[in-house]
């Protein structure tokens, strides 16, 4: 009885270890990274995402170097590439996330920054619709990317709702990319939507560490997420608060991180939270930070916190331009549109982080990703890219999600639990005789 229990267990588990190398697998299946045929450091980034994921797919572009381009380049050079290989491999429905590499353009200008018809945007943002705007073409509509303003993320499980600074927000159960994919048949606009992630730091070494770390993830239970909250109390109209209950959500960030097993540092006045200051129990798995915007928060915060960061570690601000450039040579690197200083993800990921997610521009408070649905998302071992834009409201916008899409910080949803694995386990202990 014994040998059969355990010959049974053992099939279960190898079962099911099939079961997540399939779906890891077929995840990988439906990437597709962009390199650049001008860039050494993209191919070889590309080349390392490759040997990391074997079964994604690479298309290799000509673009320019520069890391801003103009709406017409991006219609002309990029877009119509990624669509014809798309298309040419059989591509354009089973692709669910694009992967894009330094040495390619970062942002598209455009015209009326500081206002909400801005048509200036991220390259990853446009290329969420690649795939929508060539079905919509094929089936003789016009298309939606590169238009002033942003558009509704159809993907998004949070929805800001009033005017101004005085909004509420609306939540919708999480849901995985390929779930919602499968509601829309093959061949539709639907169907050819897109995640996007970009693999980008100062340096290509840089990048080749946020991989690694991305590949040897810790757990979540336990670990530190800091949430640098800005001096203005959540009941001042002016504030746009989303890490403290209030008028502002429903359900704050602390809350859905504790109650997963995090350990959350809040704090919501001036001090520029660090390790010197308040002290991280455990290592640092998420960080969020109204930046520059909370006084006298220095440019250079992301990487001089102090923290040990643990592996998949997650940066966010409240901030314009904190994704303006990752090129250290530029002068402007730090300077928002010429202006004051700002921080950037980059010294996040040369600090130690494996993911962040910032903007190019200006993207206005309510359209920088929800923390009180990414964190959660991620504790709940969605990857990063499922995570990071089904709490992101909108697209041909500004928004970057920078780090491998695939990347989790648990099992996914479905897979083998501590319960199969427990359960073999004692199947195998010595059993006394009687």
């Known amino acids: 009885m014994r040998r059969l229990l355990q010959s049974a267990l053992a099939v279960l588990l190898l079962a099911l270890l099939a079961q997540r190398t399939f779906a890891a697998v077929t995840q990988e299946n439906q990437v597709v990274v962009l390199v650049n045929s001008n860039s050494p450091t993209s191919i070889a980034i590309g080349n390392q995402y490759k040997a990391i994921h074997p079964n994604v797919n690479v298309a290799t572009i000509n673009v320019s170097t520069n890391e801003v381009i103009s709406i017409s380049d991006y219609q002309t050079t990029i877009l119509p590439q990624v669509q014809n290989y798309l298309s040419t491999n059989n591509l354009v429905d089973s692709t669910n996330y694009i992967v894009t590499t330094k040495g390619m353009p970062l942002k598209i200008s455009g015209t009326g920054e500081f206002t909400g018809t801005f048509n200036g945007s991220s390259v990853d943002s446009e290329l969420t619709l690649a795939g929508y705007d060539l079905r919509r073409t094929q089936n003789g509509s016009t298309t939606f990317s590169n238009t002033q303003g942003a558009l509704t993320n159809p993907y998004a499980k949070v929805q800001s709702v009033g005017v101004?600074?005085?909004?509420?927000?609306?939540?919708?159960?999480?849901?995985?990319?390929?779930?919602?994919?499968?509601?829309?048949?093959?061949?539709?606009?639907?169907?050819?939507?897109?995640?996007?992630?970009?693999?980008?730091?100062?340096?290509?070494?840089?990048?080749?560490?946020?991989?690694?770390?991305?590949?040897?993830?810790?757990?979540?239970?336990?670990?530190?997420?800091?949430?640098?909250?800005?001096?203005?109390?959540?009941?001042?109209?002016?504030?746009?608060?989303?890490?403290?209950?209030?008028?502002?959500?429903?359900?704050?960030?602390?809350?859905?991180?504790?109650?997963?097993?995090?350990?959350?540092?809040?704090?919501?006045?001036?001090?520029?939270?660090?390790?010197?200051?308040?002290?991280?129990?455990?290592?640092?798995?998420?960080?969020?930070?109204?930046?520059?915007?909370?006084?006298?928060?220095?440019?250079?915060?992301?990487?001089?916190?102090?923290?040990?960061?643990?592996?998949?570690?997650?940066?966010?601000?409240?901030?314009?331009?904190?994704?303006?450039?990752?090129?250290?040579?530029?002068?402007?690197?730090?300077?928002?549109?010429?202006?004051?200083?700002?921080?950037?993800?980059?010294?996040w990921i040369q600090a130690g982080g494996t993911g962040a997610t910032g903007t190019v521009w200006e993207p206005f408070a309510e359209l920088i990703a929800h923390e009180e649905m990414f964190f959660p998302a991620m504790m709940e071992g969605y990857t990063f890219a499922d995570s990071m834009w089904m709490a992101t409201e909108g697209i041909s916008w500004q928004n970057v999600m920078i780090g491998d899409p695939l990347m989790t910080w648990a099992p996914e949803p479905g897979m083998m639990s501590m319960g199969v694995i427990g359960a073999l386990a004692l199947a195998r202990r010595p059993r006394r005789l009687s």
Not at 233 to 253: L, V, W
Not at 274 to 282: E, F, K, L, V, W
Not at 319 to 332: G, L, M, R
Not at 333 to 342: E, P, Y
């Open 164 to 347: 101004g600074s005085l909004y509420t927000t609306n939540y919708a159960p999480r849901q995985t990319f390929a779930d919602y994919k499968a509601q829309f048949t093959n061949g539709t606009p639907d169907h050819a939507f897109y995640l996007t992630a970009r693999l980008d730091a100062y340096t290509q070494a840089d990048v080749f560490a946020m991989l690694s770390r991305a590949q040897n993830t810790t757990n979540p239970v336990g670990k530190t997420f800091i949430l640098d909250d800005n001096a203005t109390p959540n009941t001042d109209p002016n504030s746009f608060d989303r890490m403290e209950i209030g008028i502002h959500n429903s359900r704050g960030a602390r809350e859905e991180i504790n109650n997963r097993g995090g350990n959350s540092i809040y704090d919501n006045t001036s001090l520029h939270l660090t390790q010197s200051n308040t002290p991280a129990p455990t290592p640092v798995m998420g960080f969020v930070s109204w930046g520059t915007n909370d006084p006298p928060i220095n440019s250079d915060y992301a990487a001089t916190t102090g923290y040990t960061l643990a592996n998949g570690a997650i940066f966010s601000s409240y901030e314009s331009f904190n994704a303006n450039s990752f090129d250290p040579t530029n002068p402007n690197v730090r300077r928002a549109g010429g202006g004051g200083a700002q921080g950037l993800v980059a010294d």
